[in-house]
Each structure stands twice: as structure tokens, then as C-alpha cells.
RNA sequence: GCGGGCGUGGUGGAAUGGUAGACACACAGGACUUAAAAUCCUGAGAGGGUAUCCUCGUGCGGGUUCGAGCCCCGCCGCCCGCACCA
């Protein structure tokens, strides 16, 4: 075998042309085999992609490949999640059409991703953008408005004023929008909602059926879903009412502490305060200083709490005659409960802060167990735990759960304004979701505003309700709505003038339902039902951990929108969720400060120690730490230039080796050498193997010898595990078992020349099977390899090696002899030797019988086949 | 503050309660070569003896066990998520 270097830059775009030309992974519906839907998130559009897609997408491309080997219907999709800001602020630099940078950037990295050599149907793809996806989502708009999952509401919203547009509160990380980074701001706008707060029990119930996502982000979820039980009370206000209201509404999930109720406390957002603060000068001014407080957001911290008396009294609702003073607090949220508290100081550390800060009575209620009533006090700290509920009259002596049963039936009992004075409520942190957006590149809202019949949505005949193309970014905001023309129609109901809803959709709306599309790309409906319920729900889903809680409760949220309309019949969309690792690189600083790309860098090692100096001047660099991959930082390395390096086999290895696919990978050159190193080293076992071969074609096999044997035990087991590590994702193990099996494959095929014929057999047989383990990570190379190996067809649609049960057995096992714990030695032992005989050969050891020195063992651990322990 | 995760050689990391450090990267030495690259071989947790023998060793301190990186209790450190949620 000549010694040629494997070049991939021939042989990829060679296979990937064979793949097309074969139409080698289209799936087809009507296939009755098998089904499995592997899928990584989709990508925005942005023009290139980075290391992070390469990462996903090679995982999910094994996965694809292997089940395919394993001979079932694999569905493995690509599309765009091609609506967006970004393609907006590129239209305003570059005076281009959003559609147009957005198609363009499509295409590029279209032409990126086939470099890679990814399994992928591409006769299924889709792009969020285009009118015959997003005619779809506006049907299904209308089937969810019609089903009443949609309302349009005023109400306060985020708003981020760099993006000039609302943003959901999912969109709000710690007080910023999350994607400009602005400090958001609070408006009153008429949204649309999308009714995901009808479904908090259930997409909390559902968590529990997802056993195949990451603990991590159920928790994630739940929290946000933030459950919480617990009681709705009436407080009745006393004295002459200088106000509309007669009661104040709490929400408590401390029932059980009303015995030590001292204060009532009042969002500053609350309608009664507002009716206050009309004739009180004093309480506009707090106001006023809360909402300057909220919208700073952060440093909530340290906040003080604060409050002001607003001079009203409710009746205690338990204790005869006694009252409690009504303060707005700026602790009170609106949005959560009905935005007014009574508070507990002894039990509740806000509270008890308060209540020190304005001088309130603490009284404590429930007693910690096994200290006395007398003695119980409490100072600086809430008292938050379990105990026994006491100093509280009918409740008395019950503990905190009785007594919220209790209370329960008390104030059930109890009328107040003609109603219950109380009722046992359940309360979610999750809000409705607000998919309006002021902005142009998003799926139109298919509604139209007429005077005369109301906000009613366009019939689905008239479907879609299509983005003007002649658009101008001129001016800041919602370039649909500065259209002249675009949003005025005449009333499908009446005739009359209307106008069209000029928002658009939250581009979250796009990729919340794009997996059931792709299961019917051209569905005349947004869905085949029929092909939607034979694929959903997707059972591996890969992607970031970002998305922990938006994309992938919005689709959870979705999926039953659309059984609820009739479109999919299952609840949850991604039965197994996988959430990878960043891509990380080291960073790089000039003396000067300035962060310099890895491009630019030479390393050089010293011993143990290692510098870098630019390539060019020569001067010396700092190595910073190691990051997640980003533009500020140039630590970015550009995929396409590893794949006309390397090749895209050796980016899609190394992307796999080494760190476990949940951890972050650090991205290093030296890395990257060996993952190349590799696959020349494949190429060559190949070369030798099939020149070994040839020298030796005449001979026949007779039987195979102990080497022989050996060699097809170290495959099979191989290809064991190996089956047992993709299908686990544990992509790092199944690196490393390639490895080792090509590791013994070499060292046979260096020595094979002169081995008999079964032994060389072995090898043929043990390379053959490598290469097709090797097929769903370095499909080119394997490809190649199998080509030249003889073999007929594609390796990618050979069946995966079969598995010998009986090469898994080993005939003889190697004990290891432990002392106290300790190791002093081994024996090799047939598999199944009794303990007896075990327990002979170890007390025959030389070692042991000198460290026994004549007397018998305290103890003798014997577990057959897999240790002995003598205690001395 | 609440919740979750992690801590193993120079590095990334292996290890159903059973030989800790698989596999890889980096490093050192050797072979081949005029030389380099490539390739192949060898070495390596630390310390000592300096053949194949001993001691220590998975963040720290305890415990359970014949046996603990793994299980339990208490700390320390790092990372992530949520955060005035009544």
C-alpha cells in the first residue's frame, strides 16, 4: 500500500455528492419501519455558523447515523428560525430587505452545514420566514383564537427600548432585555396573550412524565411554573369608608399564622392605592419613589423595606374588636397573588423587618418543637419552621397543617360582601405569554381592527396575510405600520374600513410548533395530523441549555395548543431532551490590552510551561482565561477554516472526544492535530490491512488460534459498548472504545505479516467493524475506507455490526488479591472457580502467607470472579 | 437568601461499592532521517528505595463497610438557575 495521506478535502465533497445523488437520508412517511425523529435546535440565520452548531449538530448526526445503521426510519431535519431583529438592524445598515440578508445568510450557511457531511433530509427544510410556514402559524392563530387560548388584554408589559419593542417576561433576564442588554422599562399596551397560564398545572403535572430530559431543567421549569397553595382572604376595612372598596383581597399561603396577623400591606400598583393617592399627597409621592425603585431594578437586594399608613383599618378577622393598619408597601407585588399581603412578622423575616422598621407587634404563633411557650421570643430572625401552632385561640395546640385546614373551613364558612371570606386558591409564578412585537420581520397577527364588528381574525381563506415587500427602515419602530398602505382593508364582515393588526408575532411563536411541521413540510394545513402523531413526539432532542425554560415551555405550552385545535394528539413535543456544553478557547491579550485572535497566536511549550508570542511582530501575549467562545473576546475559530484545514471529519471527532457532550469542551489546536493525526492513522491500519490480505489471499481459514480469538473479543466488545455509549450519548466513551480497538487492530496489523491465516482474518473482520463504528462520526473517512476495503454499497446504509454474545464472556479472569483493602497481588483463575479453590490459591500466595506470618486470616472476602480481600 | 450541579495527574477526562487515573492532549527519552516533518517504540500520580519493594494519594474533617472517588453527616471552594412570590 502505497504511503498516501488521506485527503479529505477530496473525498468530502466527493461522498456528500454521493449521499445527494442517492438521496441517502430522505425519510419517507410511508416507510413501516421503525420510526425515530432525532433533532438539534434550529439555527438563526446569522450569517455564519460557529463552533457551538458544529458541536450539535455532530452529536445529533450520530445519533441519526447510528439509528439508521440500526435499521430504522430516522427522521433528521434542518430549517431556519428565520424571523428576527437582527435581519432588521442589517436591513438599516445595509439598506438591503430584511428577507433578502436573511436568504443570503441561509444560503451560506447552508453550504457550511454540507460541508460538514450531516445525515440530513434536506428535502424537508423549512424556513420560519417564508409565507408558506408562516401561513400555518397564522391558521393556527386562528384555530387557538377561536378556542379561546388567546386573549388581547391591556396590560403592563416589558419594554425594551433599544429593540423598541415588548419583550415576554421569559425575554427579561435580571431586569434587561435578553437580547440588547437594555435596562427595560414598564408600559401599559393592549397585547395579545397567548393563555400559557391555563396550562401551569398541567405543564407542571407533565414535567413528571419527562424522565428522559436533564433533572436540571424540569427543575428550571417547575420553578418558573412557581406553584404555590394556599388561601384567599377578605379583610373587611372598618369605619367610614372613604373609598369604593369594603375589603381588601390577600393572598396568604400561611393560613395557619392569622392568629398573628398585625398588618395589612398594599402594592403600590394596587387599585386601591391608586384611589388613595388621589387625595393624598404624601402617598403619590411614595408611589412615585416605588416605581423609580422597580424600574432600577437590581440592588432589590439591599432595598429597604418601606412603606407608608394610609390611614385605613381592617377588622381582624379572628380576634373580637381588634384591627389592623393598612400600609402600602414597596415590597408588594402586583403581579403576583391579588397584590396585597397581611403580614406575620414572627414567621416571615420581610415581615418581621417591617414590623421592627414601623414599630408593629410581633406575636408568635407556631412554637418550635421542644421549646416552652414561655421562653419563645422572637428577635432579629423570623421564626419560618415546623412546630405547633399556639397563642392562637381555636387554633391552638394544631399543627401547621391542621390549622390551614382549619382555617380553610372557618372562613368558608364566613361570609363577607355576600361571599366566602375565604377560599383555599393555588397560585402560578407563570404569566401569560405576550407575543405581541412592533416590529416588521415576524409572522403578521391575522387580525383586523373594524370599528364596526371589533378586532375579529382574517378568515382562513384569505390566509396568508402576506409581509409587504416595499418596506422602508427610514424611520424608528414598526416599519408595517409606517407602510402607507399595507394595513388598510375593507371589513370581510361589513365591508366597511378596518385596518390590519400591525404587530407581529414573537419569533418564539416560529420555532414553538416547527417540529410537527417538519413532519409534513407540505401540508396543505399546519399540520398532517396523520404523519404528526406517527413522528411526535421527537425522541432526541439536542441543543443549549439556554433554552432551558423560553423555547422549550413555549413548544411544551404549544404542543397542547395544538391537540386542543386538533392538529397533534399528544402533549409533549421532545420525549428525550439533551442539553450540550459550550464551545470554549483560551484567550489571548497584547501587551497593550487588546484581545488578539488565536489566528494571530504562536505557542510555544517550554517544559512544562507554555507562552505565546503574535505570529507576525513577534511580541509576547498573555494567555487569558478560558471562555465561552465570543466575538468580543476573539476567541472564536471559524469552522469553515478547520474544515479546509482539517477536514470536516476531524472537526466533527474532535467535537466529540474528550469532554463529556453536557460539559463545556475547550476548542485547542493541539486537540485538533491529534483528532487529524487520527484519521491518517485509521487510513493507514486500512492500507496495511488490505496489503496484508493481499500477500496472504490464498490461504484458507481453518480454525481460529487463542490470538485470533483474542482480537474478535476486543471488536465485539467494542461494538457492544460502543452501541451502549451512542445511544446513551456518552459520545466521550465511544471515542475513547474506538480507541482502544484501533489500538489493538494496529498492533496486530504491525506484526499480521507472518501470523497465520485466522489471525489475519480476525484483523480483516476487526477493521471492517471499526470502520463502520467510525461511520456515524467520520462518515467520510469511512466511507472511503469502505470503498477501499472491497465492501459493496454505502457504509452508511450497512446495518450496524452484529454483537457475538459469546465473545463478551472471557474464559479466564484476572482476581486482584486485596490485604485489609489494600492490593499485594493478583491471580488468573478460570471464570467460575469456587471460592474453595479461589481461597486455596490465595493462601498459597507467597505474599499472603508472609504477611500472615503463620496465623489464619481475621476474615476472607471472597466475591468470585471479582476480588478477595483477607483481613489480617 | 432559595434551589441545583461540580471538585480525580501538567491538561481534558475514565472508573454497576471491588486493581483509581481507561482513552486522549501535552511532555521526556529512543528508533528511522543528512536534517526536519510524519511515523514507530518506551516512560511517567507524588515521594522514597533506586530491578517487579514500600509509603502517601480522588477539595477538607468525620462515619458506614472486609473494601469508599462512589453511600451518610459536617465544612470549604467554584459554576449555574431563580430571586422582595406573600
Not at 451560506?108 to 420560519?128: H, N, P, Y
Not at 481453518?702 to 455509549?725: C, F, M, P, T, Y
Amino acid at each position: 500500500m502505497s504511503a498516501e495521506r488521506y485527503n479529505p478535502r477530496e473525498m468530502e465533497p466527493h461522498w456528500q455528492k454521493v449521499w445527494d445523488q442517492n438521496q441517502s437520508f430522505v425519510s419517507s412517511n410511508d416507510d413501516p419501519r421503525e420510526r425515530y425523529y432525532v433533532l438539534e435546535m434550529f439555527p438563526y440565520p446569522s450569517g455564519r455558523i460557529h463552533m457551538g452548531h458544529v458541536r450539535n449538530y455532530s452529536m445529533g448526526d450520530v445519533v441519526a447515523r447510528y439509528h439508521r445503521a440500526r435499521g430504522k426510519n430516522v427522521l433528521h431535519p434542518m430549517g431556519w428560525d428565520a424571523f428576527g431583529l437582527p435581519a432588521e438592524n442589517a436591513a438599516i445598515e445595509r439598506k438591503t430587505h430584511p428577507g433578502t440578508w436573511t436568504r443570503q445568510n441561509i444560503g451560506a450557511m447552508k453550504a457550511q452545514l454540507k460541508s460538514m457531511g450531516l445525515a440530513i433530509d434536506w428535502t424537508r427544510e423549512i424556513a420560519t420566514c417564508e409565507p408558506e410556514y408562516y401561513q400555518h402559524q397564522q391558521a393556527l392563530f386562528i384555530d387557538m383564537l377561536a378556542a379561546d387560548l388567546i386573549t388581547r388584554k391591556k396590560s403592563k408589559v416589558n419594554w425594551d427600548p433599544v429593540d423598541m419593542t415588548v419583550l415576554a417576561n421569559e425575554q427579561v433576564i435580571d431586569g434587561k432585555g435578553w437580547r440588547s442588554g437594555a435596562p427595560v422599562e414598564q408600559r401599559e399596551l393592549t397585547q395579545w396573550f397567548f393563555k400559557i397560564s391555563d396550562y401551569a398545572e398541567d405543564l407542571l403535572d407533565g414535567l413528571d412524565g419527562l424522565t428522559e430530559w436533564p433533572e436540571k431543567v424540569r427543575l428550571m421549569q417547575r420553578n418558573w411554573i412557581g406553584k404555590s397553595e394556599g388561601m384567599r382572604l377578605l379583610f373587611e376595612l372598618t369605619g367610614a369608608q372613604q373609598t369604593s372598596a369594603t375589603s381588601i383581597d390577600v393572598f396568604t399561603t400561611r393560613p395557619d399564622t392569622i392568629f398573628g396577623a398585625s398588618f395589612i400591606a398594599l402594592s403600590p400598583d394596587h387599585q386601591l392605592t391608586g384611589e388613595l393617592a388621589l387625595n393624598n399627597p404624601a402617598l403619590t409621592a411614595f408611589v412615585a419613589e416605588c416605581h423609580q425603585l422597580g424600574t432600577a431594578t437590581e440592588a432589590l437586594e439591599k432595598a429597604e423595606k418601606k412603606g407608608l399608613f394610609t390611614g385605613l383599618h381592617v377588622k381582624h378577622p379572628v380576634i373580637e374588636g381588634a384591627t389592623l393598619p393598612v400600609y402600602v408597601a414597596n415590597f408588594v407585588l402586583m403581579e403576583y397573588g391579588t397584590g396585597a399581603i397581611f403580614g406575620c412578622p414572627a414567621h416571615d423575616q420581610r415581615d418581621l423587618d417591617f414590623a421592627r422598621k414601623y414599630d408593629l407587634p410581633v406575636v408568635p404563633v407556631v412554637l418550635p418543637p421542644g421549646v416552652d411557650a414561655d421562653t419563645f421570643t422572637v428577635t432579629n430572625d423570623a421564626y419560618v419552621d415546623g412546630g405547633t401552632i399556639f397563642n392562637s385561640g381555636f387554633l391552638t395546640g394544631l399543627t401547621i397543617d391542621a390549622a390551614k385546614q382549619q382555617v380553610a373551613e372557618y372562613f368558608g364558612a364566613r361570609r363577607v360582601d355576600g361571599q366566602a371570606q375565604g377560599k383555599v386558591e393555588v397560585n402560578y409564578r407563570l404569566r401569560d405569554w405576550g407575543i405581541s412585537r412592533q416590529r416588521y420581520w415576524g409572522c403578521p397577527i391575522p387580525v383586523i381592527h373594524c370599528e364596526v364588528c371589533g378586532t375579529i381574525a382574517v378568515p382562513k381563506k384569505d390566509l396568508p396575510v402576506v409581509l409587504p415587500e416595499d418596506v422602508s427602515f427610514d424611520r424608528p419602530g414598526n416599519a408595517l405600520d409606517h407602510h402607507p398602505t399595507w394595513k388598510h382593508v375593507n371589513c370581510h364582515q361589513c365591508g366597511g374600513a378596518a385596518t390590519r393588526e400591525t404587530d407581529t408575532m414573537d419569533t418564539f411563536v416560529d420555532s414553538s410548533w416547527y417540529f410537527a411541521r417538519f413532519t409534513a413540510p407540505n401540508a396543505k394545513t399546519p399540520t398532517d395530523p396523520k404523519a404528526a402523531n406517527e413522528w411526535l413526539p421527537v425522541d432526541q432532542y439536542i441543543g443549549g441549555v439556554e433554552h432551558a425554560i423560553l423555547h422549550l415551555l413555549y413548544s411544551r405550552f404549544f404542543t397542547r395548543a395544538m391537540k386542543a385545535t386538533g392538529h397533534v394528539a399528544m402533549n409533549e413535543p421532545f420525549k428525550g431532551l439533551f442539553t450540550q456544553g459550550m464551545v470554549t478557547h483560551e484567550t489571548y491579550k497584547s501587551a497593550e490590552g487588546d484581545w488578539v485572535p488565536p489566528t494571530d497566536i504562536v505557542l510555544e511549550t517550554f517544559g512544562e510551561g507554555r507562552r505565546a508570542k503574535h505570529f507576525k511582530t513577534g511580541q509576547p501575549i498573555t494567555i487569558g482565561s478560558v471562555e465561552k467562545m465570543s466575538k468580543s473576546k476573539k476567541n472564536v475559530v471559524d469552522p469553515d477554516e478547520i474544515v479546509a484545514t482539517y477536514g470536516a471529519d476531524t472537526a466533527r471527532w474532535f467535537m466529540l472526544s474528550d469532554s463529556p457532550p453536557e460539559r463545556d469542551v475547550q476548542w485547542t489546536e493541539s486537540g485538533v492535530e491529534g483528532a487529524s493525526r487520527f484519521q491518517q492513522r485509521i487510513w493507514r491500519l486500512v492500507g496495511e490491512t488490505i496489503e496484508i490480505v493481499k500477500q496472504s489471499a490464498a490461504i484458507a481459514v481453518v480454525s481460529d488460534d487463542s490470538e485470533a480469538v483474542a482480537l474478535r473479543k476486543v471488536a465485539h466488545r467494542a461494538v457492544h459498548q460502543i452501541s451502549g455509549d451512542i445511544e446513551g450519548l456518552r459520545f466521550n466513551r465511544a471515542v475513547a472504545q474506538i480507541y482502544e480497538l484501533t489500538n489493538a487492530l494496529v498492533r496486530t496489523a504491525g506484526i499480521a505479516a507472518a501470523a497465520p491465516a485466522s489471525r489475519i482474518a480476525a484483523l480483516t473482520d476487526g477493521v471492517e467493524r471499526l470502520i463502520q463504528l467510525l461511520a456515524p462520526m467520520m462518515p467520510h473517512l469511512a466511507e472511503t475506507c469502505w470503498q477501499a476495503l472491497g465492501k459493496s454499497g454505502l457504509v452508511a446504509d450497512a446495518p450496524w455490526p452484529s454483537v457475538d454474545p459469546a465473545m463478551l464472556v472471557d474464559d479466564e479472569v484476572i482476581i486482584p488479591i486485596q490485604v485489609n483493602g489494600k492490593r499485594r497481588g493478583e491471580i488468573t483463575v478460570p471464570k467460575g472457580t469456587p471460592v474453595a479453590e479461589i481461597e486455596r490459591q490465595v493462601l498459597s500466595m507467597e505474599v499472603i502467607a508472609r504477611m500472615l506470618d503463620g496465623n489464619p486470616p481475621k476474615k476472607l472476602v471472597i466475591v468470585p470472579d471479582r476480588i478477595v480481600n483477607v483481613v489480617i
